[in-house]
């Protein structure tokens, strides 16, 4: 996959014929993470290997977190099948968490050992990191013998990096200077409710790290920096097209001569060049730029579709929009139409109807619908008022939970439900209440002396996966789905014990291809939304995907079409929505109720990112949301919508 043209340094407008730019660093678009994880990686190897043939060494400042493990993994397999040798590799990395035992599960040194030390052939003497153990007395001089190592190896020749959610690169969070050394530095809230999944909690998440400034930064010779996915956009445009200041640390690269961002489709999609192309340069007014182009307008100007002039569409540079399509009312009237052709209060298709302008298809009508759901939670959340209307309308729903969610389980949740088995077991007479009665103690005992950085025991994690268990068919008898019809896949990748996950594996993609398989769906529900913080649900998907891909030339298959759904995090663009299903005040109210059916979730979630709400108000208002830019353009005013995409196989 190529990347897209990068940015030029400025805002100009070139000469007759050229792009206007807008993006102050140079920038490659691609169009997922993995394509561009795979080019970064072949630039370092290409540098190690140069360094190789001029006899140097080769000296890489390296960063953690999800962004670069990708970049990772495939240094790891060309030094395994293409003979990359890492002898001559210096590394510095750019933070740690203080205070921090190396061989904690959230220790950035344990993290780069199992990620990339331990599986090349790097020298232990050659890979440096800042040392969260280190006295706090010491630490200043801890850090200039830091830099010092850096500036004795010959400087740095490659920097990566990944950019938190406030800009900070590094542990360089806003508010630090250009010239900021290497130092101890307290972390914004932002930044420790990022972190809160890996952690188990917030309040389980250090409040200072030791971090490579932002001068040792800006004197590598190139830096790269990563960013994926939709909730890195806005503060990715800040960096690329807004002034250089303290607020956005990563703006500062906009002064660097050798950088580059590396980041995919979704983190792209505030830059302008994404968001309004016919902005910088001459496009393809295909249906679906227009409706993008339209959708856009018609917010911009705050007025409804249908209220468009010519004169808002040539002064907002669609002039040739005009004279490839004639006048602007009837364009108008074209994206009105396509907007109202994806409402419908018959998710299933209705019976009976002509479907010619319906999202999906009267026939059959009585339908076999598979809901896959990352989480126990997400079927409910993300598509609950979808859900019940599938039921109501009498087609044959099975869900399908993909993970158990364990880990998304407080302690205390889990002490209290082992407590409440033996307290039941003892009321009734129940048999073999010493086995019980050993559980909940070595549980409890467990649980009383746990570390920050150790996992929890499989009785534990059971027990976890019991309680979400027990929740999700609660929410499914409220909906009204048959216990027969739902599933609990407990795909063998999430069962780790940690917030780390297994890769992907064989007998995972079976579990989804046999379930399929036995049900034949006419439909397919899945969740879309691969910005989703636990990264579950990119995993989840993926499985589909390979299922979907074994399966497609069966009979069945023909006849079954694909629904993505949004998390509570994001929804789609408007100009993507493809089926719109509108609820009423007692619909959002229902929703809410089947929500609350998982109790282990409300008041305090372990995993709730930096986002304080909880889930059902975040659902609320993102649904609530859709239905408002639905009205905002001119269509019926609903009181909440669901949307979903086609994935088409």
Known sequence: MQAADQGMASKTSGSIGQPITYEK????????????????AHEIADLIRQKQRDKKSCVLGLATGSSPKTVYAELVRMHREEGLSFKNVISFNLDEYYPMEPDSIHSYHRFMKEQLFDLVDIPKENYFLPDG????????????????????????DFQLLGIGGNGHVGFNEPGSLINARTRLIALDHSTRAAAAMEFGGLSQVPRKAITMGIAPIMNAKRIVLLAWGERKAPVLRSAVEGPVTERNPASYLQAHPNALFVIDERAASELTRMKTPWAVDSV??????????????????????????????NDNGMSDLLAQSGAGYEINIDIFNQLQHTI?????GKPDADDTNRPERKDPARKKIIIFSPHPDDDIISMGGTFQRLVDQNHEVHVAYQTSGNIAV????????????????????????????????????????????EMDTPEVRHVKGLIRRGEAKATCRFVGVPDAQVHFLDLPFYESGTVQKKPLGEEDIVIIEDIIKEIKPHQIYAAGDFADPHGTHKVCWDAIEAAVGRLKHKNFMK?????????????????????AVPMS?????????????????????VFQGEDSREFWQRAEERNQGTANLYDQLGLAEYEAMEAFVRWRF
């Open 344 to 348: 419908t209060g018959w998710p299933g």
């Open 585 to 605: 005040p007692d619909q959002v109210l229902k929703k809410r109720m089947g929500i609350f059916k998982h109790q282990s979730q409300k008041d305090g979630v």
């Open 25 to 40: 660093i140079p920038t490659h678009i691609y169009e997922d993470s993995r394509a561009a994880s795979l080019a970064v």
């Open 284 to 313: 393809v007014w295909d249906n679906k730029m227009v409706k993008k182009a339209v959708t856009y307008l018609s917010q911009s100007q705050h007025k409804p579709i249908l209220k468009l002039t010519d004169k808002d569409y």
């Open 410 to 453: 407080a302690d205390d949740e889990a002490l209290r439900f082992i407590d409440f088995v033996v307290d039941f077991n003892r009321r009734f007479s129940i048999e073999n209440t010493d086995i019980t009665n050993k559980i909940f103690h070595d549980a409890k005992e467990f649980l009383k002396t746990k570390k920050d950085s």
């Open 133 to 156: 153990t280190i006295p706090a007395s010491q630490i200043k001089e801890h850090c200039r013998a830091y830099e010092n190592k850096i500036n004795q190896a010959g400087g740095l």
């Open 559 to 579: 006849d079954c079409w694909i629904w993505l759904y949004r998390g509570a995090w994001a929804e789609w663009d408007i100009h993507e929505i493809e089926m």
